[in-house]
């Protein structure tokens, strides 16, 4: 199977590194609606719109994501739109019926990312309750629980801890089942992917990092037996006409690095996933660099020339990866650029590989 190229919208403002460097990106609905407009004809397969009610890392304005996946579904054709979505500030049943109607504008296209919470102020400031690491997961599992049954029978009944459902329809159903993403790095994120999720997104890493959370998340689905599951990993690209020019766009991000805002984003996730039974989290083992990145996309490699970025894709592929989600300094120079210049070398690659396998 070809790999798949997914990019973060910039859907909230401050781009996707918290650096005071000056940044070709804007937040509104008519740049992701240009940008979205962009990928698609560029060879990318999704956008993710980021789930965000309350500013940190500096991200002073946020368009909500399924109100903006509902304007990008009748604006774009090809493209899947993957709305974040937060449990606890929704009901599983409301947001069952949102992405069904995205799904129906978009002709099929919806997808949703289940986020289970590490700013405890935006559930402090909206007065619901800030739960245990663990709790949070097993909430989130209950919500994916509850989409599924209202896409998938003509009345669904649901008992859980935190939600229920009464002889409750729903029409018109989704086109197609929605493709449920999540992340998370705790052992209770990747049981959750294990049992229910079908695509776990990953932060960033080295390729031996990344290759052992996808045996560990193989390993629970082989155990609850819930048939295949995908691997996204996410990565900050940046491609130059040469390996000293990326490296350089690299350390100006981060000696421009807003230096209280990545510091405020440390304390916030360190507080999350210490919370957990293992004292283990995403950003756990992250440097203040990596956090600059806030999902750790520098750390995935994918910094370089055209084909020497492409070179690590194929790489991420051969251990498990399917799906390679980005994000960019220039929204307006990069998201085009690469899909022009890496997108191509990578299925050049996977041509001549197959081509081998098959003599």
């Given at each position: 199977?070809?790999?798949?190229?997914?990019?973060?919208?910039?859907?909230?403002?401050?781009?996707?590194?918290?650096?005071?460097?000056?940044?070709?990106?804007?937040?509104?609905?008519?740049?992701?609606k240009?940008?979205?407009q962009?990928?698609?004809?560029?060879?990318?397969?999704?956008?993710?719109?980021?789930?965000?009610?309350?500013?940190?890392?500096?991200?002073?304005?946020?368009?909500?994501?399924?109100?903006?996946?509902?304007?990008?579904?009748?604006?774009?054709?090809?493209?899947?739109?993957?709305?974040?979505?937060?449990?606890?500030?929704?009901?599983?049943?409301?947001?069952?019926?949102?992405?069904?109607?995205?799904?129906?504008?978009?002709?099929?296209?919806?997808?949703?990312?289940?986020?289970?919470?590490?700013?405890?102020?935006?559930?402090?400031?909206?007065?619901?309750?800030?739960?245990?690491?663990?709790?949070?997961?097993?909430?989130?599992?209950?919500?994916?629980?509850?989409?599924?049954?209202?896409?998938?029978?003509?009345?669904?009944?649901?008992?859980?801890?935190?939600?229920?459902?009464?002889?409750?329809?729903?029409?018109?159903?989704?086109?197609?089942?929605?493709?449920?993403?999540?992340?998370?790095?705790?052992?209770?994120?990747?049981?959750?992917?294990?049992?229910?999720?079908?695509?776990?997104?990953?932060?960033?890493?080295?390729?031996?990092?990344?290759?052992?959370?996808?045996?560990?998340?193989?390993?629970?689905?082989?155990?609850?037996?819930?048939g295949?599951?995908?691997?996204?990993?996410?990565?900050?690209?940046?491609?130059?006409?040469?390996?000293?020019?990326?490296?350089?766009?690299?350390?100006?991000?981060?000696?421009?690095?807003?230096?209280?805002?990545?510091?405020?984003?440390?304390?916030?996730?360190?507080?999350?996933?210490?919370?957990?039974?293992?004292?283990?989290?995403?950003?756990?083992?992250?440097?203040?660099?990596?956090?600059?990145?806030y999902?750790?996309?520098?750390?995935t490699?994918?910094?370089?020339?055209?084909?020497?970025?492409?070179?690590?894709?194929?790489?991420?592929?051969?251990i498990?990866?399917?799906?390679?989600?980005?994000?960019?300094?220039?929204?307006?120079?990069?998201?085009?650029?690469?899909?022009?210049?890496?997108?191509?070398l990578?299925?050049?690659?996977?041509?001549?590989?197959?081509?081998?396998?098959?003599?």
């Open positions: 199977m070809s790999l798949q190229f997914a990019y973060w919208a910039p859907n909230v403002s401050g781009g996707l590194v918290i650096s005071n460097i000056q940044q070709k990106t804007g937040w509104s609905f008519e740049d992701n240009r940008y979205a962009i990928a698609e004809n560029s060879g990318f397969d999704y956008v993710l719109l980021q789930t965000r009610f309350i500013a940190s890392y500096g991200a002073e304005n946020q368009l909500e994501a399924s109100a903006l996946a509902s304007a990008l579904a009748a604006s774009t054709e090809k493209i899947n739109i993957i709305t974040a979505v937060l449990p606890g500030l929704w009901h599983p049943g409301v947001m069952a019926k949102i992405i069904s109607t995205i799904d129906h504008i978009s002709n099929g296209r919806a997808s949703i990312n289940i986020v289970s919470g590490w700013l405890k102020g935006e559930f402090n400031g909206y007065g619901e309750p800030w739960l245990d690491h663990d709790e949070r997961y097993r909430r989130s599992e209950e919500f994916i629980n509850v989409l599924r049954q209202l896409w998938s029978k003509e009345i669904a009944n649901y008992r859980g801890d935190f939600y229920r459902l009464n002889d409750a329809p729903l029409k018109p159903k989704p086109i197609h089942p929605p493709k449920i993403f999540q992340g998370g790095n705790s052992r209770a994120a990747k049981e959750m992917a294990g049992r229910v999720s079908d695509v776990y997104l990953m932060n960033g890493g080295s390729l031996e990092e990344i290759k052992e959370q996808i045996n560990e998340v193989r390993g629970y689905r082989k155990k609850h037996g819930a295949d599951i995908q691997f996204g990993v996410n990565s900050f690209v940046i491609v130059r006409d040469t390996e000293k020019e990326a490296k350089q766009v690299l350390r100006d991000i981060v000696t421009n690095a807003n230096e209280e805002a990545v510091q405020g984003f440390r304390d916030s996730v360190q507080a999350a996933g210490s919370s957990s039974p293992e004292g283990k989290g995403m950003w756990s083992e992250s440097t203040f660099e990596d956090l600059v990145q999902n750790d996309g520098f750390k490699g994918l910094i370089g020339t055209a084909k020497q970025v492409a070179n690590r894709i194929v790489e991420l592929k051969k498990g990866v399917d799906i390679v989600l980005t994000g960019f300094l220039h929204y307006e120079e990069d998201l085009k650029a690469f899909g022009e210049k890496v997108i191509p990578v299925r050049e690659k996977e041509q001549q590989q197959l081509e081998e396998v098959l003599k």
